[in-house]
């Protein structure tokens, strides 16, 4: 028996594991026959594989998306809102094996992974609402008789370029929002994670989905992905997450055609405890944010910023919180770091802590690749981190707390907002002045005050400067997907 199929028996539901992309509709091949493999980044051990497509796969999911663009955004925002209820009821049916193959193909604990899919469900949910409240607006006239009305439209086909660390969500994030809208959408799962992705337009094709509303595209090489996507005059909309290097790249491909671009980016997130702060509240969301996802999300902590007085107080708690962390393989019980998604990541985390070493650091906890070796490292705690060193001007993405000290809020605010980033920052304070003078000079598109897990669809999603352009969730998220049309009807004669 191949290990594939070991691997769909293990899923309740082996029809969620699929080997073939979903293309207006269909289940088929890429059109060269190509394959690539998926592996689990724990074992190392094959996943299960999928097509290798190219553009001439994608120029087929634009054209069906093309045609189901006219029906769809027909469909009264309730009738959308029905499937997408239903798609979102099958994602928490079918919860515990979306989680386990989203498991073994990014390695995050088991637990987390049963988080995100819940989470990547309420997207769905959220949007399906949200999408009946796409209200437009009169404005009065300044001319006798004339009426002025905005509409708000679709935009029209759409596509998705989605990363590896939320392999459901970023996908529900943006589709749920274009969807219920009455925007098709083409999706671009990362390489390493395509069958979460697949999953997800499976049950979405149960839901009811219509031909081409949702179309899936899976490639080993996404840059003639991309091309295909922006070379196209009928993709409106792109959407992306990922690297800031891409993402400008990606922006620079959508002027060909003027598409509206998205891009949620990298990110540098400081994380300031001041002297009259919780100490043992910051300890408790230093750890979620920090933590989650093996520190690989990109408003993860990568900085922390720690007052004088309380600086030794919060390394020693957060030292020993770190210490007892789980570490292990994602779906064995009670894991709580995972290993890390490739090797590239593995040996960024090492070039970070040794650049912070060969600078003077001081290791406080780990430092090393773990034991249990792969892409394991260990939780590091290091202190006496300067601002020009690696772990503090770029992402780690890892499993590594960077803190360094500071005298004073002008001093915390300047460190801060030294970063070409600005997407999330975090700080701890129960001086109700200080919370508002720092949060509204922090320079990013989301703060988190004393709480350290910001995520929830509810809340407009996002950062300035390097860290990206729009937001996703809540009901600014909408707009990413919508024209505005303003009428302007002539003042009546008469009557
Ligand atoms: P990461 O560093 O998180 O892997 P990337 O920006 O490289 O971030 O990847 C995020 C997504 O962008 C993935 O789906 C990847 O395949 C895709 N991607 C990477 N390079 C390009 C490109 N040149 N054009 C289009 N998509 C790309």
């Given at each position: 028996?191949?290990?594939?199929?070991?691997?769909?028996?293990?899923?309740?539901?082996?029809?969620?594991?699929?080997?073939k992309c979903f293309i207006g509709g269909k289940w088929r091949p890429s059109r060269?026959?190509?394959?690539?493999?998926?592996?689990?980044?724990?074992?190392?051990?094959?996943?299960?594989?999928?097509p290798?497509c190219g553009p001439e796969d994608v120029q087929e999911a634009i054209e069906v998306a093309g045609r189901a663009f006219r029906e769809w955004r027909e469909r009264p925002a309730t009738d959308r809102a029905e499937v997408l209820?239903t798609w979102?009821?099958?994602?928490?049916?079918?919860?515990?094996?979306?989680?386990?193959?989203?498991?073994?193909?990014?390695?995050?604990?088991?637990?987390?992974?049963?988080?995100?899919?819940?989470?990547?469900?309420?997207?769905i949910?959220?949007f399906a609402?949200?999408g009946?409240?796409a209200?437009?607006?009169?404005?009065?006239?300044?001319?006798?008789?004339?009426?002025?009305?905005?509409l708000r439209q679709p935009i029209g086909v759409t596509a998705a370029i989605?990363?590896?660390?939320?392999?459901?969500?970023?996908i529900?994030?943006k589709a749920g929002a274009a969807i219920a809208c009455g925007c098709p959408m083409i999706v671009k799962p990362?390489?390493?994670?395509?069958?979460?992705a697949l999953?997800l337009a499976r049950l979405g094709e149960l839901a009811g989905l219509p031909e081409g509303v949702l179309s899936v595209v899976t490639a080993?090489?996404?840059?003639?992905i991309g091309r295909a996507l922006t070379d196209s005059p009928v993709v409106r909309a792109l959407s992306?997450?990922?690297?800031?290097?891409?993402?400008?790249?990606?922006?620079?491909?959508c002027?060909t055609h003027l598409a509206k671009?998205?891009?949620?980016?990298?990110?540098?997130?400081?994380?300031?405890?001041?002297?009259?702060?919780?100490?043992?509240?910051?300890?408790?969301?230093?750890?979620?944010?920090?933590?989650?996802?093996?520190?690989?999300?990109?408003?993860?902590?990568?900085?922390?910023?720690?007052?004088?007085?309380?600086?030794?107080?919060?390394?020693?708690?957060?030292?020993?919180?770190?210490?007892?962390?789980?570490?292990?393989?994602?779906?064995?019980?009670?894991?709580?770091?995972?290993?890390?998604?490739?090797?590239?990541?593995?040996?960024?985390?090492?070039?970070?802590?040794?650049?912070?070493?060969?600078?003077?650091?001081?290791?406080?906890?780990?430092?090393?690749?773990?034991?249990?070796?792969?892409?394991?490292?260990?939780?590091?705690?290091?202190?006496?981190?300067?601002?020009?060193?690696?772990?503090?001007?770029?992402?780690?993405?890892?499993?590594?707390?960077?803190?360094?000290?500071?005298?004073?809020?002008?001093?915390?605010?300047?460190?801060?907002?030294?970063?070409?980033?600005?997407?999330?920052?975090?700080?701890?304070?129960?001086?109700?002045?200080?919370?508002?003078?720092?949060?509204?000079?922090?320079?990013?598109?989301?703060?988190?005050?004393?709480?350290?897990?910001?995520?929830?669809?509810?809340?407009?999603?996002?950062?300035?400067?390097?860290?990206?352009?729009?937001?996703?969730?809540?009901?600014?998220?909408l707009?990413e997907y919508l024209e505005?049309k303003?009428?302007?009807?002539?003042?009546?004669?008469?009557?």
């Amino acid at each position: 028996m191949s290990a594939t199929n070991v691997i769909a028996q293990q899923l309740g539901n082996g029809d969620l594991l699929r080997d073939k992309c979903f293309i207006g509709g269909k289940w088929r091949p890429s059109r060269s026959g190509k394959m690539f493999r998926v592996d689990n980044p724990a074992t190392g051990d094959q996943v299960g594989e999928v097509p290798d497509c190219g553009p001439e796969d994608v120029q087929e999911a634009i054209e069906v998306a093309g045609r189901a663009f006219r029906e769809w955004r027909e469909r009264p925002a309730t009738d959308r809102a029905e499937v997408l209820r239903t798609w979102a009821r099958l994602m928490h049916e079918c919860q515990g094996d979306l989680a386990r193959l989203m498991t073994l193909e990014q390695g995050k604990p088991l637990q987390e992974a049963m988080g995100e899919v819940s989470y990547a469900a309420q997207f769905i949910e959220w949007f399906a609402e949200e999408g009946k409240r796409a209200y437009g607006d009169v404005i009065p006239a300044p001319v006798r008789g004339q009426h002025i009305v905005v509409l708000r439209q679709p935009i029209g086909v759409t596509a998705a370029i989605t990363p590896w660390n939320f392999p459901a969500a970023m996908i529900t994030r943006k589709a749920g929002a274009a969807i219920a809208c009455g925007c098709p959408m083409i999706v671009k799962p990362a390489e390493a994670t395509p069958l979460t992705a697949l999953a997800l337009a499976r049950l979405g094709e149960l839901a009811g989905l219509p031909e081409g509303v949702l179309s899936v595209v899976t490639a080993l090489k996404p840059e003639p992905i991309g091309r295909a996507l922006t070379d196209s005059p009928v993709v409106r909309a792109l959407s992306f997450t990922g690297s800031t290097e891409v993402g400008r790249k990606l922006m620079a491909q959508c002027a060909t055609h003027l598409a509206k671009v998205s891009l949620e980016l990298g990110g540098n997130a400081p994380f300031i405890v001041f002297e009259d702060a919780d100490l043992d509240a910051a300890v408790t969301g230093a750890m979620a944010s920090k933590f989650r996802n093996t520190g690989q999300t990109c408003v993860c902590v990568n900085r922390f910023l720690v007052q004088e007085k309380v600086h030794d107080a919060f390394v020693e708690q957060l030292r020993e919180a770190m210490a007892v962390l789980t570490v292990g393989n994602g779906l064995d019980e009670g894991v709580q770091q995972a290993a890390l998604i490739d090797r590239n990541a593995l040996m960024k985390v090492q070039a970070h802590v040794s650049d912070a070493l060969a600078g003077g650091a001081t290791v406080e906890l780990g430092g090393k690749v773990h034991e249990l070796g792969g892409t394991y490292f260990q939780p590091t705690l290091l202190t006496g981190v300067k601002p020009s060193m690696q772990c503090v001007r770029e992402e780690t993405f890892g499993p590594v707390s960077a803190v360094m000290k500071f005298a004073t809020e002008a001093e915390a605010i300047r460190i801060a907002n030294d970063s070409e980033y600005g997407l999330a920052a975090y700080f701890y304070s129960r001086d109700l002045h200080r919370v508002w003078r720092v949060a509204e000079q922090l320079e990013t598109g989301i703060v988190g005050v004393n709480e350290g897990i910001i995520s929830t669809p509810v809340a407009p999603f996002g950062g300035v400067k390097a860290s990206g352009i729009g937001r996703e969730g809540s009901r600014y998220g909408l707009d990413e997907y919508l024209e505005l049309k303003y009428l302007c009807m002539g003042g009546a004669q008469g009557g």
